[in-house]
T-cell receptor, first 108, second 114 residues
Framework: GEDVEQSLFLSVREGDSSVINCTYT??????LYWYKQEPGAGLQLLTY?????DMKQDQRLTVLLNKKDKHLSLRIADTQTGDSAIYFC????????FGTGTSLTVIP | DAGITQSPRYKITETGRQVTLMCHQT?????MFWYRQDLGHGLRLIYY???????DKGEVPDGYVVSRSKTENFPLTLESATRSQTSVYFC?????????????FGDGTRLSIL
């Protein structure tokens, strides 16, 4: 089956950029997604990228997709304390496959 | 407000008991999903439904039963709860099938089985 990998933890200082990485194995997907999970809450759709795009920018968020290496990344510019959360990437072959999630801690 | 709601938010029960987790969505989405979230595993799909009266197994269906008599409701039942089913359960819905539309999640049910 599909294997979606993420590192478990990331710490950054407030105001710096955060980069959260994701690798996947199934390249048949149409869309790849990023979700954010705040403590005690469900997953909230953050952004997505169509599989024929290399980059998508949405305010402070930049998504990069390297199809050759099957690598997806999420860059958060000017990271704020409110960005502290768990971030999940999701590949969507024949179903949604979620990564293990990356816990982002923003240090004031 | 429109959205997807799960109940209860928290549940403690004992091994061997039956427990049902409820999920209700107001968007009239065709697809509904149940996931469990465990540390180190991310989200794993338990069951999904493409429409009323149509359900199918996901990655980890053993020990769970679902039904979907109405489009808006998708209850998940643990027929005889085991400690390994202690987890956070999320319900999600989507307007279309896999991948073409995002999934929208409820706030989860935190289930502890003693």
């Amino acid at each position: 089956g599909e294997d979606v990998e993420q590192s478990l933890f990331l710490s950054v200082r407030e105001g710096d950029s955060s980069v959260i990485n994701c690798t996947y194995t199934d390249s048949s997907s149409t869309y790849l997604y990023w979700y954010k999970q705040e403590p005690g809450a469900g997953l909230q759709l953050l952004t997505y990228i169509f599989s024929n795009m290399d980059m998508k920018q949405d305010q402070r968020l930049t998504v990069l997709l390297n199809k050759k290496d099957k690598h997806l990344s999420l860059r958060i510019a000017d990271t704020q304390t409110g960005d502290s959360a768990i971030y999940f990437c999701a590949n969507t072959g024949n179903q949604f496959y979620f990564g293990t999630g990356t816990s982002l801690t923003v240090i004031p | 407000d429109a959205g997807i709601t799960q109940s209860p938010r928290y549940k403690i029960t004992e091994t061997g008991r039956q427990v049902t987790l409820m999920c209700h969505q107001t968007w009239s989405h065709s697809y509904m999903f149940w996931y469990r979230q465990d540390l180190g595993h991310g989200l794993r799909l338990i069951y999904y439904s493409a429409a009323a009266d149509i359900t199918d197994k996901g990655e980890v269906p053993d020990g769970y039963v679902v039904s979907r008599s109405k489009t808006e409701n998708f209850p998940l039942t643990l027929e005889s709860a085991t400690r390994s089913q202690t987890s956070v359960y999320f319900c999600a819905s989507s307007d279309q099938g896999w991948g073409n539309q995002p999934q929208h999640f409820g706030d989860g049910t935190r289930l502890s089985i003693l």
